[in-house]
């Protein structure tokens, strides 16, 4: 098992910047993936951002490519999101999670584990 701990939210204005962590504990080596997904009142949960925490590749929806970057320190077991030009539409619950796999990353199902969550709040 692995337990994930979001921090980083917050409220910020409409074209700002935050950026999110995700610190990872317990058997992280049994994971080979990490992603950030976001929920929004009445939504589904939606992947936004994905890495593989071995080789670097990343995956974006397109809701989100060229604003965020999901990057990580595997000395500190920690994954980030940097969110920049940041917009109304971006508000939500920010989730982290950690999986064993390849393929399908938005999938909510492809996660062994997740985060709390932690609050963006973009005002316009």
């Known amino acids: 098992q692995v337990q994930l701990v979001e921090s980083g939210g917050g409220s910020v204005q409409a074209g700002g910047s935050l950026r999110l962590s995700c610190e990872a504990s317990?058997?992280?080596?049994?994971?080979?993936?990490m992603a950030w997904f976001r929920q929004a009142p009445g939504k589904e949960r939606e992947g936004i951002a994905h890495?593989?925490?071995?080789?670097?590749?990343?995956d974006y929806a397109d809701s989100v490519k060229g604003r965020f970057t999901i990057s990580r320190d595997n000395a500190k077991n920690t994954v980030y999101l940097q969110m920049n030009n940041l917009k109304p539409e971006d508000t939500a619950l920010y989730y982290c999670?950690?999986?064993?796999?390849?393929?399908?990353?938005?999938?909510?199902?492809?996660?062994?584990?997740w985060g709390q969550g932690t609050q963006v709040t973009v005002s316009s």
């Open positions: 999670a950690a999986g064993l796999g390849f393929g399908n990353w938005p999938a909510p199902s492809t996660y062994n584990d």
């Open positions: 317990g058997y992280t080596s049994s994971r080979n993936r």
């Open positions: 890495i593989y925490t071995i080789s670097g590749n990343t």
